[in-house]
T-cell receptor
Framework: GAVVSQHPSRVICKSGTSVKIECRSL??????MFWYRQFPKKSLMLMAT?????????EQGVEKDKFLINHASLTLSTLTVTSAHPEDSSFYIC????????????FGPGTRLTVL | DQQVKQNSPSLSVQEGRISILNCDYT??????FLWYKKYPAEGPTFLIS?????DKNEDGRFTVFLNKSAKHLSLHIVPSQPGDSAVYFC????????????FGAGTQVVVTP
C-alpha cells in the first residue's frame, strides 16, 4: 500500500521555540494532506486540510498563526508549531490522499511533540 | 463536541472467538463510516468502510454493521487472531466534506491465546 512518512518521530523542545514536522508521501502524489492531533486516550482531532499549492483550511478553534501548514509539493506538507508551549505537547499525525474517496487516506506514523 | 464515540476503551478476547467493537455517532449528516487499525508507533491503517446506503459490509474476517436509526455501527472480527491486537478507531465523514474524518477515541483489543 501507499506509504506516508513523518519526521521527526519524536521531538522535545523548549517553550518558546518553533518546531517543524514533515509529512511525505513516498510512493504517490498527494493532492490533499490532513493534519491531526491526538491527546492521550482521546480521538484524533482534525486540525487542518491542505491542498498542494493553496492555503490550508483550518478547523474551528485551531489557530492558523500558531500551526503553520505548508503544502509546497505533491509529496510534502509541513506543520510548524510556532512559539511552542507545554500545552502544545501532543501526538501529531498527518494523512495524505490522492483519491476522491475517504478510504484512500493514508496515515503517517505520527510525531510525538513534548514542549518543556 | 465528540460526534463519534467508542465507549469501550478496551476489549479482551480469546483467540478464535469473535471480537465485537462498537461505535456510536450523533451527527445524522454522516454518510460514510470507516474502521482503522493502529499498532504502536505506526499510523492508522484502513480496515473496512460502509456507506450509509448499506447496513452491512464484509471483507474476509471483518464485517461492519450499520444501524442508521440507532446511529450505531459495529465491527465484527471472526475468528480473532493474535495479530489483531491493536487499537481500533471508528471514523465518520460526510460526502459533502470529503476527507474530513471524525474519529472515535479508539478501542484497545487484546487477543489472548
Amino acid at each position: 500500500g501507499a506509504v506516508v512518512s513523518q519526521h521527526p518521530s519524536r521531538v522535545i523542545c523548549k517553550s518558546g521555540t518553533s518546531v517543524k514536522i514533515e509529512c511525505r508521501s513516498l510512493d504517490f502524489q498527494a493532492t490533499t494532506m490532513f493534519w491531526y492531533r491526538q491527546f492521550p486516550k482521546k480521538s484524533l482531532m482534525l486540525m487542518a486540510t491542505s491542498n498542494e499549492g493553496s492555503k490550508a483550511t483550518y478547523e474551528q478553534g485551531v489557530e492558523k498563526d500558531k500551526f503553520l501548514i505548508n503544502h509546497a509539493s505533491l509529496t510534502l506538507s509541513t506543520l510548524t508549531v510556532t512559539s511552542a508551549h507545554p500545552e502544545d505537547s501532543s501526538f501529531y499525525i498527518c494523512s495524505a490522499s490522492s483519491g476522491s474517496a475517504a478510504d484512500t487516506q493514508y496515515f503517517g506514523p505520527g510525531t510525538r511533540l513534548t514542549v518543556l | 463536541d465528540q460526534q463519534v464515540k467508542q465507549n469501550s476503551p478496551s476489549l479482551s478476547v480469546q483467540e478464535g472467538r469473535i471480537s465485537i467493537l462498537n461505535c456510536d455517532y450523533t451527527n445524522s449528516m454522516f454518510d460514510y463510516f470507516l474502521w482503522y487499525k493502529k499498532y504502536p508507533a505506526e499510523g492508522p491503517t484502513f480496515l473496512i468502510s460502509i456507506s450509509s446506503i448499506k447496513d452491512k459490509n464484509e471483507d474476509g474476517r471483518f464485517t461492519v454493521f450499520l444501524n442508521k436509526s440507532a446511529k450505531h455501527l459495529s465491527l465484527h472480527i471472526v475468528p480473532s487472531q493474535p495479530g489483531d491486537s491493536a487499537v481500533y478507531f471508528c471514523a465518520a465523514s460526510r460526502t459533502d466534506s470529503w476527507g474530513k474524518l471524525q474519529f472515535g477515541a479508539g478501542t484497545q483489543v487484546v487477543v489472548t491465546p
